[in-house]
């Protein structure tokens, strides 16, 4: 459904006075998502994810610079089709209750996105109903405005407002921040049943252990690039996760040793060579001379000499 | 410096305009200082002669040089606006702190205030208030100054009390600040951008109005070649089809008000935290 | 100690009770865990604790006195959000000089680079800034910290290693620390002396259980 190659986002922005300097935040990015799949993205939080989705949708701001192959059901993504697709066939979950208009009903709000993904007017109101009953909210929640919703209704209705419509690419950025396990559990779940009737679901987050309750396959993002695409099973144990920085964040979890065994990388760095080069222990004079391309390894991929 | 100005990234573009709207302004008070007091040689051989090429602007039924009596008019506007919008903002300051950070009383006096300045006719307060007190430049910067506070004052009061409740200002109380230090480290820079950028917004408007007292004949007095006593002379002889007396004097407060409005606008986008760093 | 007496809490006349007659008490060198349902409660009795609102009813008392309304107070509260916890106009060497001048060995054992100082909070990245809150709310005069949520926000790797810091630097200065999180297993690691669950819809007391 969806396949991305090499993507880097460059952002310029002014330093002193009329100086520009130009941060690269994302280079090298792949990634792929079949139909039916849950992707999970899993990478600190902060800037490279979160921009993911927004590079998907076309809505980065105006300093920013993408580069690379997007490729949405066969066919290449540039910006005019993004503008006709965006809405109506890839749809994004918005991470916070605040994306929502504050002076409308959440009702309006949920028919409008549906009238912008390509439903016609007759079939609006139908649709809505359906939407708010599919995610067990009453049918009076629709005339509430959106500070009267808790949390997980709250979560609910912003999922409603991208699923309201016929968005075969759902896009759910950060889904369980600030959500206790249950609410949490709850949404994921709306995410994986999204998933089995045949939509490709893109899930970013910085939580491990909650993407792997659905995901099927997961990427793991790091310095600015993918470092491993595994399969969710492979999280099971230290034993079949094959790039050093996958494996101590495994490590560190609280449910496992919780000990980080590797320095957090906090940003890019230009210099050659790998990036973990600094902090990973069974680095050697390879890892210093060239960046490690994204090699295939069994049913996953992974950027590392040594794998 | 010369290449297409549209090419130009934003904020270099930005700094031009603001640059340009500072030459026009320093340009306005040097040339009248320069050249202002030739409109008070009457000439009578040359009176009432439309714009030509030695006379830019034309020259009156006295035989005066209007474009030097519009620069000098433009420079006493500008002042007298300058003044009276520096006065009303610092009131603004003044009562939009006092509101947010001294209790609800004080709160609640300040907002009436402002609510009665804003539904009250504003011509007829200024009048009233510039007939007050005496009229002349004194009685026009009191009226100007005394009337265009309000708006101000619920931008300023409404900004500090936001940030107030920021977690950042309670966790400084936490670490032992005093309320002093925190009003003087975290409110007033964060203050400081709305309250230039207010200021110099407050200009056109201080400046219009100075001049449309003085047209009303409720500010200066006639001797002054203010753009406002200019306008109000032109009329009188604008049925005899001398239409440079009120073309003149009006286009330049146009001008100059225009160009503070840009200027305004333009620091605003400078300091904008969003624009700031694009 | 750190004691809460009978505290009861609600945001206005018209709404109701958050909880009520709710007593805590956290001795120096203890680790309580806090968890339960999200909005109900538990930021804002960290919120009470911590002398940012005042209780409608009860006490809060430290060492026996009441919690000091000006100067430096014993107890610090950390922030799910460290970008909110910051003046986004200065630079982290200010945020850090707020509390007091910096203590080198502390910044080093929390892993503060000195490269960071001169920058902004927006060119810090999530675990950058909680280390520096961290090392702000660290002063000598601390003597309990309470960590809303503090790294649900950070990545496995920066919160274990933020953690590790935390309870060695609590265990040396005999700090009491009040751990709220959903995180259970993070609970278990971290607090083995006693973890509060907030029931039912009003709380009307906290059951502490010693696991």
């Known amino acids: ?307 | 410096m010369m290449t297409n100005f549209l090419v130009l990234d934003r904020r270099t573009r930005t700094m031009m305009v603001i640059l340009g709207c500072l030459v026009l302004f320093s340009g306005i008070f040097l040339g009248a200082w320069l050249y202002g007091e030739q409109g008070q040689v009457t000439n009578l051989p040359l009176r009432k002669l439309p714009p030509g090429w030695d006379r830019p602007f034309g020259t009156d039924w006295l035989g005066r040089d209007m474009f030097a009596r519009t620069l000098k008019g433009l420079r006493i506007s500008l002042e007298i606006g300058l003044a009276a919008a520096t006065c009303s903002a610092g009131i603004a300051l003044a009562f939009g702190l006092a509101a947010a950070t001294m209790g609800r009383i004080v709160d609640v006096v300040v907002t009436w205030l402002c609510d009665v300045g804003m539904a009250t006719p504003h011509l007829v307060l200024l009048i009233l208030i510039s007939f007050a007190c005496g009229g002349g430049a004194k009685g026009v910067i009191i009226a100007v100054a005394a009337s265009h506070w309000p708006a101000l004052t619920r931008v300023i009061r409404a900004e500090v009390m936001q940030l107030r409740t920021s977690d950042y200002i309670k966790l400084s109380r936490r670490l032992g600040r005093s309320s002093t230090w925190i009003a003087r480290h975290h409110l007033l820079p964060h203050v400081a951008p709305q309250f230039l950028v207010g200021l110099l917004l407050l200009f056109p408007h201080a400046i219009l109005h100075a001049a449309g007292l003085t047209f009303l004949g409720f500010g200066m007095s006639p001797h002054t070649p203010e753009i406002g006593t200019l306008l109000a002379e032109s009329m009188r002889h604008l049925s005899t089809g001398m239409w440079w007396l009120a073309l003149a004097p009006g286009l330049a407060l146009i001008i100059s008000v225009m160009a503070f409005d840009v200027l305004g606008n333009n620091v605003r986008a400078l300091l904008d935290p969003k624009t700031l760093r694009e | 100690m750190l004691e809460a007496t009978s505290l009861a809490y609600r945001y206005g006349k018209q709404r109701s009770w958050l909880f009520n007659d709710l007593n805590l008490r956290i001795t120096p060198g203890e680790i309580v865990g806090m968890s339960g349902p999200s909005g109900r409660g538990k930021s804002t009795l960290a919120k009470l604790l911590a002398g940012y609102l005042t209780p409608s009813r009860g006490s809060v008392m430290v060492d026996g006195r009441p919690l000091p309304g000006s100067g430096h107070c014993p107890v610090q509260l950390l922030f799910q959000h460290p970008e909110l916890a910051v003046n986004p106009r200065w630079k982290a060497r200010d945020i850090l000089a707020e509390a007091g001048p910096p203590d080198a060995a502390l910044l080093r054992d929390l892993g503060i680079e000195p490269a960071w100082l001169a920058r902004y909070p927006h060119e810090l990245s999530g675990g950058e800034l909680q280390r520096i809150c961290l090392a702000r709310a660290l002063t000598s005069r601390t003597r309990y910290l309470l960590c809303d949520e503090m790294t649900s926000m950070l990545d496995p790797l920066t919160q274990a290693s933020i953690w590790r810091t935390v309870l060695d630097i609590s265990r040396s200065r005999e700090l009491g620390l009040v751990v709220i999180s959903h995180d259970q297993a993070l609970l278990g690691k971290l607090c083995h002396r006693s973890v509060c669950y907030f029931q039912n819809d009003h709380l009307s007391s906290a059951c502490l259980l010693a696991t």
């Not at chain 1, 009453?138 to 609910?156: C, D, H, N, Y």
């Not at chain 1, 050093?244 to 940003?267: C, D, Q, V």
Request: charged content about 20%; proline content about 5%; some cysteine.
């Open chain 1, 1 to 307: 459904m969806l396949a991305i190659q090499n993507l880097s986002i460059r952002f310029t922005h002014y330093t002193f006075g009329l100086k520009k300097k130009e941060v690269c935040v994302v280079r090298g990015l792949d990634l792929s998502i079949a139909p039916g799949q849950v992707m999970a993205v899993i990478g600190q939080s902060g800037a490279g994810k979160s921009l993911l989705a927004h590079a998907l949708l076309g809505i980065l701001p105006r300093n920013a610079r993408i580069e690379g192959k997007v490729s949405f059901k066969g066919q290449r993504l540039t910006p005019e089709r993004l503008a006709t697709l965006r809405g109506s066939q890839i749809a994004l979950i918005p991470q916070s209750v605040t994306s929502l208009n504050p002076l409308l009903r959440v009702g309006v709000q949920v028919a409008r996105a549906a009238r912008l993904s390509g439903i016609s007017q007759k079939d609006v109101p139908t649709t809505v109903h359906r939407a708010f009953a599919r995610y067990l909210l009453q049918k009076e929640v629709e005339t509430w405005f959106p500070f009267q919703l808790s949390g997980g209704m709250a979560r609910r209705v912003l999922t409603a407002t991208a699923t309201v419509g016929m968005a075969d690419l759902i896009l759910a950025d950060e889904p369980t921040s600030g959500l206790d396990p249950i609410t949490a559990g709850e949404a994921l779940g709306h995410l994986r049943e999204l998933a089995n009737t045949g939509k490709a679901v893109l899930l970013i987050t910085h939580d491990i252990e909650t993407a792997l309750q659905v995901a099927d396959m997961v990427t793991v993002f790091c310095a600015g690039t993918t470092v491993e695409v595994a399969r969710a099973e492979d999280f099971k144990g230290l034993g079949h996760l094959r790039h050093p920085y996958t494996r101590a964040l495994w490590a560190a979890l609280p449910t496992n040793s919780f000990i980080g065994t590797m320095k957090p990388i906090e940003r890019t760095s230009d210099t050659g060579g790998c990036p973990f080069r600094l902090c990973c222990n069974d680095q050697d004079a390879v890892c210093g001379q060239s960046a490690p391309e994204l090699k295939r390894t069994g049913e996953g991929w992974v950027r590392c000499h040594h794998a």
